[in-house]
């Protein structure tokens, strides 16, 4: 069983910055397409960004350009999402995911995290 594991959530300011990784657990796995999705409280999922692991295109939400930086880690099997000029609109629990091609919809993921909860004051 794939389980991938989100860290590097918490409580910051607006303005502030933070930066969320996942891998996965268990057996070694990597997909085409690391995702990271948000959900607000009472919201749906929606999308946040995605790279390929292979040559490492980017997709962003227009909510989030300019602003996050998703990455990944051949080396260490690793991504990341790098959270700057956050908004009180940015808290959600942040959500990992893997896919196997490149894709905003989540049903097009296959493999998902447990979470990280992000919560910006203002």
């Known amino acids: 069983q794939v389980q991938l594991v989100e860290s590097g959530g918490g409580l910051v300011q607006a303005g502030g910055s933070l930066r969320l990784s996942c891998a996965p657990s268990g057996r070694t796995f990597r997909s085409n397409v690391m995702g990271w999705f948000r959900q607000a409280s009472g919201k749906e999922r929606e999308f946040v960004a995605a790279i390929t692991w292979s040559d490492g295109r980017t997709w962003y939400a227009d909510s989030v350009k300019d602003r996050f930086t998703i990455s990944r880690d051949n080396a260490k099997n690793t991504g990341s999402l790098q959270m700057n000029s956050l908004e009180s609109e940015d808290t959600a629990v942040y959500y990992c995911?893997?896919?196997?091609?490149?894709?905003?919809?989540?049903?097009?993921?296959?493999?998902w995290g447990q979470g990280t909860q992000v919560t910006v004051s203002s």
């Open positions: 995911a893997a896919a196997p091609f490149l894709s905003s919809r989540t049903t097009d993921y296959v493999y």
